[in-house]
């Protein structure tokens, strides 16, 4: 029970399958647990099918219609400390993320001293492929926006491949994480920077997703730009820290 790979999906039934393969092809006793928002394209079901050929390493939590990615990991999250995982991962469902670099970024935590790993494009070494122009110009200047407002010293905040160690997540009052897009994932590493945790950026390659559809949407880079502002305006006050750990 050591290490949990925790997948947020909702209609990746193109994807699942593979994903679930090339996870456990890896042979590193990685476990996986599905977080999926009742798709209704059957993702869900897929997953069943598989857990008789993966008993005791996949799992599935299945949650009624949409809620959102951020309080998908967040359940995740919690399952995650309930049964003792040691190292918790979050990746995507559409091979955007190399399930090779799991590795990876468990021995940046288990191997180097980390606390949080982050799959990162934005350092040396790190990368994008087969990104509209439009999106990479996105994504690098949400990078530089996040840098200037908060100085929190990671090069790509809003990646969302990462391996948490359980202390960190156990250190963090999860209920009190706001956000469900892009601004959850810079919060929660804004979080565990700001309650004094090592986090290390490990350089990926981001490959655009073959298969289904992004789930981005304007509301999402709203909540980014905005919640920028906000977390670190909560942060100036005395009762940031109270209110953000355990």
Request: charged content about 25%; overall charge neutral; glycine content about 8%.
């Amino acid at each position: 029970m050591e290490k949990l790979v925790i997948i947020p999906t909702y209609n990746e039934k193109d994807n699942i399958r593979n994903i679930i393969d090339a996870v456990f092809s890896l042979q590193e006793n990685f476990h996986i647990l599905i977080v999926d928002d009742g798709s209704p394209d059957g993702t869900g079901a897929i997953v069943k099918s598989l857990q008789q050929q993966h008993p005791g390493e996949l799992f599935l939590e299945e949650r009624s219609g949409k809620q959102g990615l951020g309080t998908a990991y967040i359940h995740g999250f919690k399952w995650a400390l309930a049964n003792n995982y040691q190292y918790i991962f979050e990746m995507d469902a559409d091979f955007s993320h190399n399930p090779k670099d799991l590795v990876r970024l468990y021995d940046a935590c288990a191997k180097d001293g980390a606390d949080v790993s982050v799959g990162s494009r934005y350092v040396k070494g790190g990368n994008t492929e087969n990104w509209p122009w439009d999106r990479a110009v996105l994504s690098y200047g949400a990078s530089i926006y996040v840098g200037m407002i908060t100085w929190m010293p990671v090069r790509d905040p809003t990646a969302g491949f990462v391996c948490y160690r359980n202390t960190v997540l156990e250190a963090i009052n999860l209920d009190q994480i706001q956000f469900v897009g892009y601004a959850f994932q810079i919060e929660m590493k804004f979080t565990a920077w700001k309650l004094g945790f090592k986090i290390k950026e490990v350089p990926i390659t981001f490959k655009d997703r073959k298969e289904g559809y992004s789930k981005m949407s304007k509301g999402i880079v709203k909540e980014g730009v905005l919640g920028v502002l906000k977390i670190q305006w909560q942060s100036l006050f005395r009762n940031y820290k109270r209110r953000v750990q355990n």
